[in-house]
């Protein structure tokens, strides 16, 4: 009896010491590099929001290309370099007040994630179901807003879905991440979204992205929403504007042009834009929106409209300033003669010389300068003269 006790002693002895070697100090609760002593079921915790462990990918096939082990620590560990990197920003971010967010985890870890998918492209659409898998088990809104930083890299579609999520929290990224997807899907979810959006600065922004991205049914987007009375000024002012930034799309700068020497808009109130649009009206953005759009057509007839004896002052003062953000094929000889012509220098005139004019055109610079009316003016055309001597 006494050696069967023994033995029994000796056992216990080696099972005790067998778990306190298992829970020591020195063990690591997972492989993920970052981890370390951290408590995953602790940090999983404040990540994850009630239920959420439930939540499967929303694209069909995706569960089958992602790690099949339950919660965060799983589903990034099967996901090696990339995986990491995921969980780490999520980790930096989870909890934090956006407006001090520490910026560093683009630098840190999606800077990771691009150098890997530039390394290894194969590994790319895997990776994105694996994405929207971990996004759609992490419900914190500043991690969530951190992540949409690495959606707006993948152009990829399977990423608007989720991305319509943040919309609450964050609107303006939210548009920001989904235009990026550069895609016709992409620019039918900003117009899904703006109905969603209170907000008339966030709904003007959508509308310049939808813009920008120049995809079908872009124009008569712009066109609906200038003509739309319910809407704030500064709503159709910018969608006006907007016809001028619609890439390759003659249909937009023409509008822009006909609404230019059309009927008078006025409005009441642009926020911010009110200083730069001293006549308050919708003409003012359609000839800015000819300058932007680069049509030199289309700007010398609205010059020569301007510069009719019957032209409407405001038209004429329109032209004058807006001249200065003309961005299209060398204009400097038409606006040369037309202040020589008018005996007269505009403001916008003298900012367009400013950006094009080279050494070539000094003389002419020098030539204007009694044509300028105010000490400002002549000012502005000093700096013109000095900034094209320096240009070849």
Request: glycine share 6%; charged share 25%; with cysteine.
């Amino acid at each position: 009896m006494r050696h069967l006790a023994l033995v029994f002693g000796i056992a216990g002895l080696l099972i005790v010491g067998w778990q306190l070697m298992a829970t020591g100090p020195g063990a690591s609760s997972g492989s993920l590099r970052g981890v370390g002593r951290d408590d995953p079921s602790t940090f999983e915790a404040a990540a994850v929001g009630v239920g959420a462990t439930q939540s499967r990918p929303r694209w069909p096939g995706a569960q089958t290309t992602i790690s099949r082990k339950a919660g965060l620590v799983g589903l990034c560990e099967d996901r090696g370099v990339v995986g990491d990197a995921v969980y780490d920003l999520i980790k930096q971010t989870v909890g934090q007040d956006v407006r001090t967010l520490d910026r560093s985890f683009s630098s840190k870890h999606i800077a990771r994630i691009l150098a890997e998918w530039h390394y290894q492209p194969q590994r790319k659409s895997k990776d994105i179901d694996f994405l929207v898998a971990v996004w759609n088990l992490v419900k914190d809104p500043t991690a969530r807003y951190a992540l949409s930083y690495l959606f707006r890299r993948v152009q990829d579609d399977r990423v608007i879905e989720p991305l319509m999520e943040l919309t609450e929290h964050h609107p303006w990224q939210t548009i920001d991440a989904i235009a990026d997807q550069n895609s016709n899907r992409a620019a039918q979810a900003l117009l899904q979204l703006q109905s969603r959006i209170d907000k008339p600065a966030v709904r003007t922004q959508a509308t310049i992205r939808i813009a920008r991205m120049g995809r079908e049914g872009a124009v008569d987007h712009l066109d609906r929403t200038w003509n739309d009375r319910s809407l704030s000024d500064t709503e159709r002012f910018v969608a006006v504007e907007c016809l001028g930034h619609v890439p390759d799309n003659p249909e937009a700068t023409l509008k822009a042009y006909e609404i230019a020497l059309g009927p008078a808009h006025p409005l009441r109130d642009l926020g911010d834009r009110n200083r730069d649009h001293p006549v308050r009206d919708l003409r003012s953005a359609a000839v800015m929106a000819v300058m932007q759009a680069g049509d030199q057509t289309l700007v010398r007839k609205l010059l020569a409209a301007a510069d009719e004896p019957q032209a409407q002052a405001a038209l004429t003062s329109m032209v004058d300033l807006h001249i200065g953000t003309y961005v299209g094929s060398d204009l400097s000889r038409v606006v040369f003669d037309r202040i020589g012509r008018r005996q007269t220098v505009s403001l916008g005139e003298v900012r367009y010389l400013n950006r094009a004019c080279t050494r070539r055109d000094l003389d002419q610079l020098r030539g204007i300068l009694r044509h300028a009316k105010s000490d400002e003016i002549k000012r502005m055309v000093e700096a013109a003269i000095m900034n094209a001597s320096r240009r070849e």
